[in-house]
């Protein structure tokens, strides 16, 4: 599977992005996707993950409520749509892909076996 990310940008505070994920590979369908975050020598961070189905999400407590994860499989695309934005959002957001065996946890990077390149999200104040 490979993936890329695409959509980020500079915004002001309190404005929307949406984030698009487009997989190639027909098995797509049948991964979970996450979205992770990364500061500039730091962890990624989990921002929000998604089943292989759409039927479950997960979030980071920081975005719940703001952040919401979809996936149109048809189209091979997972979607973050980004609300209410906060200058504390700025980092870059990467998309990653995780096959169905998987037994472990969607909130930790070190789970995922496929990696976009991130896209960058600024929010100015």
């Known amino acids: 599977v490979q993936l890329q990310a695409s959509g980020g940008g500079l915004v002001q505070a309190g404005g929307s992005l949406r984030l698009s994920c487009a997989a190639s590979?027909?098995?797509?369908?049948?991964?979970?996707v996450g979205w992770f975050r990364q500061a500039p020598g730091k962890e990624r961070d989990f921002v929000a993950a998604?089943?292989?189905?759409?039927?479950?999400?997960y979030y980071a407590d920081s975005v719940k409520g703001r952040f919401t994860i979809s996936r149109d499989n048809a189209k091979n695309t997972v979607y973050l749509q980004m609300n209410s934005l906060k200058p504390e959002d700025t980092f870059v957001y990467y998309c990653?892909?995780?096959?169905?065996?998987?037994?472990?946890?969607?909130?930790?990077?070190?789970?995922?076996?496929?990696w976009g390149r991130g896209t960058l999200v600024t929010v100015s104040s």
């Open positions: 990653a892909a995780v096959g169905p065996d998987y037994r472990g946890s969607y909130y930790v990077y070190y789970g995922y076996d496929y």
């Open positions: 998604i089943s292989w189905s759409g039927g479950t999400t």
């Open positions: 590979g027909r098995t797509f369908s049948s991964y979970a």
